[in-house]
């Protein structure tokens, strides 16, 4: 809300109050302000002119060379291109080394070859927005009332010369929407008294409104009250200068002097008004109910709107003739030729016109009042006060008497409060006068009875419900840079993360020492890439509205978000990147529609793990690397017994270089190489990713701390180097190596694999290292022969090995 | 010549050889030659059968302190030619100290996490639990809980991804809060936890809008709570978090979730509080949003309000980590840039 310092100065004394301490003041005790300004800063030497005569420019088609009175001894010759120019009217000029808007310099200049003294300005080049400019002069330059006096300053005619305060009001202060309400919140702030005027209406006595309206009805429920006045013999013109400057500096543009009425009253009192033009509606009735589904209505925009039976309408008793509370129907349109007037003031139901308004996505200044509330108290006499004016300024008269359907209650709610609960909940010692005076500074009744105070709000804050709401007027008015500065005392509590949080916090720094660095994508993904490397079967789950095509369903898996990551780096040419990702995804099942939310973990690396550098070679992300760190991952956190089991079942995985991994014989990721047709469509080179479900991992036994005593007695070491089938895999070997290495052998480690032209087409050639050691004695040769020796047979019976 | 004088003769002669010497042989040859079964000394000493007895233990005495001289002079040139040897030695390994190191690739933290982290350390030590819920909510836990009925003009502070009509992305953390309200056994002690997490707003993304973000919201609800108490807690999350020279201030605002109701912020780290860019020139950014619960949040999570109450608050990771580090596009943080991930280093 733009808020006139001068019009609100006619309420509450500001005029004197500097302008960014009111608006200071303004913010550390009520609402935010975005914005405090004054319009005509900056700009300079701009006056009124009345053009004397005007001649066509000799070399344009458009150009006028006009001859103005600018209050000098002699006249200024300006040249001028707008359409609307014509000499005997008043203009505004820019003279020469003038200031306009946009911080603009004219200057003296030639315009082909013809001397301009300066420029003829629209309100555009003032500075003016082009929604409130009044449409005539929306092209053009504008047109001074006749009785402004050349040479004086252009300012104060359009009300220029004062300072704004725009302020941004929260939900629940819809009461500063209106002039009155701020006054009243100025007066309660600087403790002045605030003077209101009220409207005194004259009547003809002659006509009665149930000469124009015979019935008029609207159901409590979607209008709990309803008012109108009848205004005849209006001549609907252009308002008076000073009326529509107050509108544009509001941020409305005027169009006549009726709707600006309605509009002024909307700024001064809040309340939405609406009029039609009687001789329009088509009938003597007002019916407002709710509208039929598919019922049409082209509203003032020009829109044809489709209703719904949740929307208010405003009709003839047959057709609709206005969306209640949102914009009226262009059928019913105030025209230049309108001269009956139907007022309507009223309180709509909040929640019927929010559904409309966001339906139809019309967030008219009437909607956003309706919908957050406003003074119930003043429907009435805004409507005398706008009734009054519109005969004023339309040279017509006020028809005799109102129609009023339902009455709301006006009555102050009372709200109970006491000294000892608001200095318990600010941590303050405020005295009951401190209090009392602050109720009394926002005009609220005050009894004070035995330490409770039963203040008495006014229905113009309607926000103020509850003990609490009391509290925070208290609060704020007291100044919330006063309140003391504490921390909360009472019973201490031990802060710990559960063990559940710190693994998952654990994992993230293995993962980071492991040289990945950590990557947060978007929960939110389409349906295709949502579906993909998914450890469950699940039904997805998707917004119902989604903002863009990118985000429209819930992740089930982390690893298409990597590689979005992925490719994102390597569209800016990074292409050695390790990533990876802990988060949550969503598995939903045919009976809820809210998934179950499972932690993962995910990871995905592409290019170069490590640069060649001038002291070691390169390491390329290969599987085995991907492997190292899902393996460092398992070790470090005590979980055993972990089996990779080749599997071509993962459809966006390479078939032969995939694995599912098993702990314990439970399934809890896989692992690999990203499919090539899926590196394509994402434009990767080799890319090797693992998911796993990390609640799983959370979930599983952990292999207990304990100390082994390390082993005095001598290691016993024997290499077995064999040729071996392709397809004998190496977790085969090592579990009959274990199998059959007798008690004493501690570790198999594999240290070399070779296929290639040293070998036969058919096979590989493996080495392993066994390791030997009794606890308790030196090992005899014959002991570790005798065990080596059993493995050798065994693997030769079992695989066919030949010994190299 | 007596026999103390081919001594002296001797052990001149002998000590400038020592120091002539520039290798273990030779000084062993030396030292065979002197002191030898058949060495110089030994020689000498034969001639003492010829001394009277009074002479003989005189003579012996000064050869014995000969002998222990010349050792000494031995075994010290040893270790001179040793020093000399190794520093031979050691200078042909010199290296050039300026090539680069072996780098160390461990991976970063995203520095969201570590602004999450810094925040949940901080209240973790001040006796906060650290509480998760779901990301994909209630409409009755995201907002009927909090004060929020369906058609509340304060919905559209945030507008909603729904999933269908009950079912949501959560667009803040504080459903979290009313679940544990609901559960929270006072008998036990009061409730002090802050929920972090992502959520979820139905907004275009541009450089200052993300549809998905970081919350942080915490919630303290015991018996004898002021908003005092809240101003002061605000005041430590400011200065641990942008410095302890850092400043707040409230101003009135509102959230239905609370009552009364602020507006948090922090005077500028930027610039002290004179005015700067990053401050909009007015000296103050603001960071967070806080209030005391209303009445009626305790009352639908079954708590007796007239005997409890609270503050509660919310910030956003994000917001504070463009702050803080001069990050001008919110998308920076969801983008993944290898080279955006990586700067932030030095551990929040
Ligand atoms: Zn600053």
């Known amino acids: 809300m733009k808020v006139s310092t001068k019009w609100l100065n006619e309420y509450v004394p500001v005029i004197d109050l500097d302008r960014s301490v009111l608006a200071e003041k303004i913010a550390r005790t009520a609402v935010e302000v975005d914005d405090d300004y004054r319009l005509d800063e900056g700009l300079k030497k701009v006056v009124v002119g009345h053009v004397l005569s005007m001649e066509p420019h000799p070399d344009s088609d458009h150009l006028n060379i006009c001859q103005v009175d600018v209050g000098e001894a002699e006249p200024y010759q300006i040249v001028c291109g707008a359409p609307n120019i014509n ?145 005849k013999d209006v001549k609907i013109k252009e308002s008076p200068l000073w009326l529509q400057a107050r509108l544009w500096n509001a941020g409305i543009r005027p169009l006549n002097n009726v709707v600006d009425v309605t509009n002024y009253i909307l700024l001064d009192y809040g309340q939405p008004l609406h009029s039609f033009d009687y001789n329009k509606m088509g009938s003597k009735q007002i019916i407002v109910r709710l509208a039929n589904e598919g019922e049409e209505l082209v509203t003032l925009d020009g829109e044809k709107r489709l209703l719904k039976d949740t929307d208010i309408v405003v009709t003839n008793g047959d057709k609709p003739v206005a969306l209640a509370g949102v914009m009226g129907g262009l059928n019913t349109e105030i025209d230049s030729n309108s001269t009956l007037i139907a007022l309507e003031s009223a309180v709509f139901n909040p929640s019927k016109i929010r559904k409309t308004s966001r339906r139809e996505n019309l967030h008219s200044e009437a909607s956003m009042r309706f919908e957050r509330g406003i003074n119930v108290a003043t429907v009435g006499e805004a409507l005398d006060a706008a009734a009054q004016m519109i005969a004023e300024l339309g040279d017509g008269q006020v028809v005799a008497n109102a129609i009023k359907v339902n009455e709301i209650s006006t009555n102050d709610r009372i709200v109970e409060i006491t000294t000892t609960k608001i200095n318990a909940t600010l941590g303050t010692n405020l005295t009951e006068n401190v209090i009392k005076d602050i109720f009394e500074r926002l005009g609220f009744g005050v009894q004070l009875e035995s330490g409770t105070f039963k203040v008495a709000v006014p229905v113009r804050r309607w926000d103020i419900e509850v003990a609490a709401d009391l509290i925070e007027e208290v609060a704020r008015l007291y100044g919330y840079d006063n309140l003391p500065t504490t921390l909360p005392t009472g019973p201490t509590t031990p802060g710990h993360y559960t063990d559940k949080q710190r693994l998952i916090r654990q994992t993230c720094a293995l993962m980071e020492s492991a040289g990945l660095s950590q990557a947060i994508s978007y929960g939110l993904t389409t349906k295709a890439k949502a ?52 988060g ?49 991952l398992f070790k470090e956190l005590g979980l055993e017994n972990v089996k990779y089991v080749a599997t071509n079942a993962h459809e966006e995985m390479h078939p032969g270089r995939t694995a599912d991994i098993y702990i314990g014989g439970e399934l809890v990721g896989f692992i690999g190489e990203v499919h090539p047709n899926i590196l394509k469509e994402y434009h990767l080179g080799k890319t090797y990713v693992f998911e796993l479900d990390l609640q799983k991992l959370i979930d599983m036994d952990k292999k207990e701390q304990i100390y082994q005593p390390i082993s005095k007695y001598p290691k016993v070491t024997r290499d077995i180097a064999m040729a071996v089938d392709k397809s004998i895999s190496n977790a085969a070997i090592i579990d009959c190596i274990k199998q059959n290495g007798g008690k004493y052998l501690t570790d198999v480690t594999l240290f070399d694999v070779y296929e290639g032209e040293h070998v036969a087409k058919s096979v590989k050639s493996l080495a392993y290292k066994l390791i030997f050691n009794n606890p308790e004695a030196t090992l005899k040769d014959a002991e570790v022969t005798e065990a080596f020796n059993e493995v050798v047979e065994e693997l030769k019976k079992k695989f066919k090995i030949a010994i190299r | 010549m007596d026999l103390r004088e081919k001594l002296e003769e001797i052990k001149q002669k002998s000590l400038k050889n020592i120091q002539k010497a520039q290798d273990p042989n030779t000084i062993n040859d030396i030292r065979v030659e002197l002191l030898g079964k058949k060495g110089a000394i030994t020689e000498v000493l034969r001639g003492m ?246 009445p009626n949040v305790l009352k639908m999570a079954g708590i007796d309000a007239d005997i409890y109450g609270g503050f509660a608050f919310g910030l956003g990771p994000d917001r504070f980590a463009m702050l803080k580090y001069g990050v001008d596009d919110i998308r920076e943080f969801y983008l993944n840039d290898i080279r955006f991930l990586r700067q932030f280093s030095q551990k929040g």
């Open chain 1, 87 to 231: 000499s005997n009217m008043n203009v505004i000029v820019a003279l020469p080394n003038s200031w306009i808007g946009n911080h603009t310099k004219i200057k003296k200049s030639k315009m082909r070859g013809i001397v301009s003294m300066g420029m003829i300005c629209s309100l555009q080049e003032l500075g003016f927005s082009d929604s409130v400019v009044p449409k005539k002069y929306a092209d053009g330059i504008y047109i001074l009332p006749s009785d402004a006096v050349p040479g004086q300053t252009i300012f104060s005619y359009l009300g220029m010369d004062e300072n704004i305060i725009d302020i941004d009001i929260t939900p629940n202060r819809a009461d500063l929407l209106s002039m009155r309400g701020v006054a009243n919140e100025i007066g309660a702030i600087y403790n002045h008294n605030v003077k209101l005027p009220h409207p005194v209406i004259s009547e003809t006595t002659e006509d009665e409104i149930n000469n124009y309206l015979t019935k008029v009805s609207a159901p409590a429920n979607l209008a709990p009250t309803y008012m109108m006045r009848i205004i």
């Open chain 1, 531 to 582: 579906q993909r490397f998914t450890l469950e079967k699940a039904k997805t789950t998707e917004l119902d509205f989604p903002m863009s095509t990118e985000h429209t369903t819930v992740r089930m898996n982390l690893v298409s978000g990597l590689l979005d990551d992925i490719a994102y780096n390597a569209a800016h040419k990074n292409n050695d990147v390790a990533l990876y990702e802990q």
């Open chain 1, 584 to 632: 949550r995804v969503f598995f939903r099942d045919d009976q809820n529609d809210r998934p179950r939310e499972v932690e993962h973990l995910a990871g995905a690396i592409t290019g170069l793990f490590n640069q060649a550098t001038w002291h070691d070679s390169k390491t390329v992300v290969d599987f085995y690397l991907t492997k190292g760190i899902v393996d460092y």
């Open chain 2, 49 to 294: 059968r010829d001394l009277t007895p009074e002479e003989r233990p005189k003579v012996g005495s000064f050869a014995n302190s000969i002998r222990d001289e010349l050792n000494q002079a031995i075994s010290k040139r040893n270790e001179m030619l040793e020093i000399d040897r190794t520093a031979k030695k050691l200078e042909k390994e010199t290296i050039d100290v300026t090539l680069p190191g072996v780098p160390v690739n461990a991976g970063q933290p995203h520095i969201l996490m570590q602004v999450i982290d810094k925040i949940e350390k901080l209240f973790l030590g001040m006796g906060y639990e650290i509480v998760d819920g779901p990301e994909v909510e209630e409409d009755h836990y995201n907002f009927e809980m909090l004060n929020l009925p369906k058609d509340h003009p304060a919905r559209d502070m945030q507008d909603t991804f729904y999933i269908t009509q009950q079912i949501l992305m959560r667009t803040q953390t504080s459903p979290v809060q009313a679940r544990t309200m609901e559960v929270h056994d006072f008998s036990k002690g009061p409730l002090k936890m802050i929920s972090p997490g992502k959520v979820y707003r139905r907004d275009t993304d541009d450089a200052t809008h993300s549809h998905q973000f970081h919350q942080v919201e915490g919630l303290v609800i015991d018996k004898h709570i002021t908003m005092a108490d809240l101003k002061g807690t605000l005041e430590l999350v400011a200065k641990t978090l942008f410095g302890k020279e850092r400043e707040i201030r409230m101003r009135p605002s509102y959230f239905p979730f609370t009552e009364p109701s602020a507006e948090v912020d922090v005077s500028c780290f930027k610039c002290g509080g004179e005015g700067c860019a990053v401050c909009k020139q007015s000296g103050w950014i603001e960071v967070l949003g806080a209030g005391m619960v209303h």
